[in-house]
């Protein structure tokens, strides 16, 4: 039997970047040929992409049977992230940055209890991705700056779409046979929050 379910990733909007280790850059931007330096600048954030597990509460994998799966769990390898902001000085501390990007994740593993006409049996294998896309707009504060070393505080809020493709996921006892693809598309709300100490 093969099932296809749409899993709605919206409970991983906001936890897919939530810790990173990153090396990122800023690059003033000039105001044109002869002018002095705007303060507009580009960052450019390349960084590991660690990812909360996921909770499966209840997906139903064939809407004419009780196929489907209960108190699950998506667990994610390390992966990557790419982000480029544009930043718009409003004062000589604080400016607004407005920012894109992609996150990549694929899966380790899913797990839980599956269910069907045969009655209940763990959840195995699990492989596939997961892509994100934000479009956030932050506030960016300097506390701190001797030209050595600058800190600084940033939060803001967006949007984000979030493309999930999940396969090769079976009931143990039957193995690959007897398995289900989880997939779908999401727009979910977006915030940030986070530290910069630039050397």
């Known amino acids: ?6 899993l709605t990733p919206h409970a991983m909007a906001d936890t897919l970047d939530n810790v990173r280790q990153s090396i990122s850059g800023t690059i003033p931007l000039e105001t044109g040929a002869g002018e002095e330096n705007s303060g507009v600048y580009l960052r450019v954030n390349a960084a590991a ?23 699950g769990k998506i667990s994610f390898d390390t992966g990557m992230n790419l982000d480029i902001g544009i930043g718009i000085p409003l ?10 990007g992609v996150a990549y994740n694929s899966v380790d593993s899913v797990s839980g209890t599956w269910i069907s006409v045969a009655g209940p049996d ?8 997961v892509y994100q896309v934000p479009l956030v707009a ?5 506390v701190y700056n001797n030209n050595t070393l600058q800190v600084n505080l940033r939060g803001g809020a967006g949007l984000q ?25 999401a727009f979910a709300f977006r915030y940030q929050f986070g530290i910069d100490c630039l050397i």
Do not use: R
């Open 91 to 100: 004062a000589p501390s604080l400016a607004i940055e407005i920012s894109s």
């Open 49 to 71: 992409n660690f990812a909360d597990d996921v909770d499966i509460k209840n997906i139903p994998l064939n809407p004419n049977t009780i196929i489907g799966i209960q108190n």
């Open 161 to 185: 779409w979030t493309n999930a493709d999940i396969n090769n996921v079976y009931a143990s006892s039957v193995g690959p046979a007897f398995d289900a693809s989880l997939s779908g598309n």
């Open 138 to 142: 932050e506030l960016v504060f300097s």
């Open 122 to 129: 763990s959840v195995a294998g699990g492989d596939g991705h």
């Open 1 to 6: 039997l093969a099932a296809t379910a749409l």
